[in-house]
């Protein structure tokens, strides 16, 4: 069971990676597939907002999915065709050509996310730790890759598909083939194996469960994260460029700046969380965030805006994975069979909700008003999560600690020094 736990955190972490890439292409590159495909930038805004609501379908198809067949199978196959809808992406010439590949996109991301996470929330409570932050941790890492091979599409004035086909060619056969070590069931059923008894769990508790009053909060706290990632992501580049007046070129350094600090502020903090707990960590992360915001907003020069977003990744990063795990952990307690699956793929829709406002409200607020003032209102909503920060609330351990608390049967294979 330790060697397939080993196999099953390195493989889940491994996709964590490549999802990190992926998205990181396409979003560094919108003003590229802009002027590709000719969408104006009044169209923009609604081609941004449709990936997200596709996503979110994606997700509520995944929490009915997996009470039939196991996560880790609906992982499988999405992600290589989250790399062909890139692909996609950068190989048409025609508007209708963007709106296919953008919507394929957006399903498969809703599916992969929910079950990526699934398996994350599964595996920490079978380790007895927090370990969520490092899943996406190599997320930020994917994402540095992917910003930088964008960077260089962009400075080598390549065509998107030039700078996508290699990246597909060689991440769809390593994630098919990672995927074979992938675990379900807090470490009980390997993927292959054929069945997993969290998938049917979630099918009982899908069967009896509707929404869930503590999950609330939550769902509020996801919602903030994604507005303001999606501010970062989405307009980073374009804020930089036409509002701070730097080159295309310098234009998508700001996410790459950004995930570089996400991946520092989550390579430390699973034992951040275990030394201070997560609800200490969520209000810091708040507060830096909020911090990051007032800086881009005020910034006189590309130079102090990539500042802020520096901040903003710091701060920022800790929030999403505590989510996913706080809503496992509580989830898990209530003693329903699969209830953490079921809490995990609903709590995913909130990602694409933040998501689906972020992009829209900075857009109009900036059309309508200005860019910079349009960066204060994330910086409003971020501070929300200082309200409902004790819902993250762990379990102090007899050593002084925060864990994550395991059930009893989990505690045996998360105390063996992985």
């Known amino acids: 069971m330790t060697d397939v736990l080993r196999r099953g955190r390195g493989s889940l972490a491994f996709g964590f990676l490549v999802q990190g890439v992926t998205f990181a292409l396409l979003v560094t590159r919108i003003p590229a597939v802009q002027d590709r495909y000719g969408v104006s930038d009044a169209l923009l805004p609604v081609f941004l907002a449709a990936v997200p609501v596709l996503a979110g379908i994606g997700s509520v198809t995944t929490e009915r999915l997996v009470r039939r067949i196991p996560p880790s199978r609906v992982l499988r196959w999405s992600q290589p065709m989250v790399l062909l809808a890139l692909l996609g992406v950068g190989a048409g010439r025609h508007m209708a050509v963007l709106a296919v590949a953008l919507a394929a996109f957006g399903l498969a991301v809703g599916a992969l996310d929910a079950s990526m996470n699934m398996l994350g929330v599964s595996l920490q409570r079978a380790y007895g730790r927090s370990i969520m932050l490092g899943f996406h941790a190599a997320y930020s890492l994917g994402g540095i890759v992917g910003a930088s091979l964008a960077w260089a599409g962009a400075r ?158 710091l701060g920022l990063c800790v929030l999403v994975p505590q989510t996913f795990a706080a809503a496992g952990r509580r989830a898990h307690d209530s003693g329903r069979p699969g209830a953490a699956e079921a809490a995990v793929a609903r709590l995913n829709v909130f990602n694409y909700v933040g998501f689906l406002i972020g992009s829209p409200l900075v857009g109009a607020l900036g059309d309508a008003w200005s860019y910079r003032g349009a960066m204060l209102v994330p910086m409003v909503l971020v501070l929300v999560t200082l309200v409902y920060a004790r819902s993250f609330e762990s379990e102090p351990d007899r050593y002084g600690g925060v864990h994550e608390r395991p059930r009893t049967a989990d505690v045996g294979r998360g105390s063996n020094g992985l």
Do not use: H
């Open 156 to 313: 080598w004035e390549q065509a998107l598909w030039v700078s996508y086909l290699p990246v597909v060619l060689v991440l769809l056969p390593a994630a098919l083939i990672g995927s074979r070590w992938y675990v379900d069931g807090d470490g009980a059923t390997a993927v292959d194996g054929g069945k997993s008894t969290g998938a049917e769990g979630a099918g009982r508790a899908g069967e009896r469960g509707g929404a869930v009053g503590w999950l609330l909060p939550l769902c509020l706290v996801m919602t903030v994260a994604y507005i303001g990632d999606s501010t970062v992501s989405n307009w980073s580049a374009k804020y930089l460029q036409d509002v701070l007046g730097s080159s295309e070129q310098l234009a998508t350094v700001p996410y790459n700046v950004y995930m570089v600090t996400t991946l520092v502020g989550r390579a430390v903090g699973d034992g951040a969380v275990r030394r201070f707990g997560a609800v200490a960590v969520v209000r810091a992360g708040s507060v830096v965030a909020a911090a990051g915001f007032a800086v881009v907003a005020g910034a006189p020069g590309a130079w102090v805006g990539m500042l802020g977003f520096t901040l903003l990744g």
